[in-house]
């Protein structure tokens, strides 16, 4: 009977001690896995900024601003360099759809749909910031809160770039928007 418990005892704490190193060992090499992931998840809207630029060039603007578009990156990040480059991204994002609003409708035209695109992209710069936070010190519930509230902003970001991208392509050259 003694030699059971004591089977019992043992087992528990070897699975335990398996238990902790599982996870430590997870961690250790999610990170990287996640990195790649999140990496090659970049590249791809970095090689449709590049096509949409290369559209640009073309004279193809619709093409180019479609391309724009579906370049945001809307994922959360895992790193503060993989933060770092979407910011930039989306920063050169926006650019372009400028850019091709001005060869478009000329400078100085007014749009909306920039201000609520860019007023999206600053939420969701601070709810990337505080996720970051909550992966080094946060509980797993707020982890999740913060993942959803970033599936929500990637919603309404994307919706107000689409808005944006009609906007650039709506109006005729040379009319002005509010």
Same mark, same amino acid.
């Given at each position: 009977?003694?030699?059971?418990?004591?089977?019992?005892?043992?087992?528990?704490?070897?699975?335990?001690?398996?238990?902790?190193?599982?996870?430590?060992?997870?961690?250790?090499?999610?990170?990287?896995?996640?990195?790649?992931?999140?990496?090659?998840?970049? %590249?791809?809207?970095?090689? %449709?900024?590049?096509?949409?630029?290369?559209?640009?060039?073309?004279?193809?603007?619709?093409?180019?601003?479609?391309?724009?578009?579906?370049?945001?990156?809307?994922?959360?990040?895992?790193?503060?360099?993989?933060?770092?480059?979407?910011?930039?991204?989306?920063?050169?994002?926006?650019?372009?759809?400028?850019?091709?609003?001005?060869?478009?409708?000329?400078?100085?035209?007014?749009?909306?749909?920039?201000?609520?695109?860019?007023?999206?992209?600053?939420?969701?710069?601070?709810?990337?910031?505080?996720?970051?936070?909550?992966?080094?010190?946060?509980?797993?519930?707020?982890?999740?809160?913060?993942?959803?509230?970033? %599936?929500?902003?990637?919603?309404?970001?994307?919706?107000?770039?689409?808005?944006?991208?009609?906007?650039?392509?709506?109006?005729?050259?040379?009319?002005?928007?509010?």
């Amino acid at each position: 009977m003694t030699n059971l418990l004591l089977a019992v005892v043992l087992c528990s704490v070897a699975l335990a001690i398996v238990g902790y190193l599982l996870r430590v060992l997870w961690r250790a090499a999610g990170g990287p896995v996640f990195s790649g992931f999140e990496r090659s998840r970049l %590249r791809g809207c970095e090689d %449709r900024v590049a096509r949409g630029d290369a559209r640009m060039k073309e004279g193809n603007l619709a093409a180019a601003v479609s391309a724009f578009a579906g370049a945001l990156y809307t994922k959360p990040v895992r790193s503060r360099e993989l933060f770092s480059a979407v910011e930039r991204l989306h920063t050169g994002v926006l650019s372009r759809l400028i850019a091709a609003s001005d060869q478009r409708h000329g400078p100085n035209v007014g749009m909306l749909s920039l201000a609520v695109a860019d007023r999206v992209l600053r939420k969701r710069k601070t709810l990337q910031l505080e996720y970051l936070s909550a992966l080094q010190t946060g509980t797993r519930l707020r982890r999740r809160e913060l993942e959803r509230e970033m %599936r929500a902003n990637a919603a309404e970001l994307k919706k107000a770039v689409r808005e944006l991208s009609a906007e650039v392509m709506s109006a005729a050259p040379g009319s002005s928007l509010h």
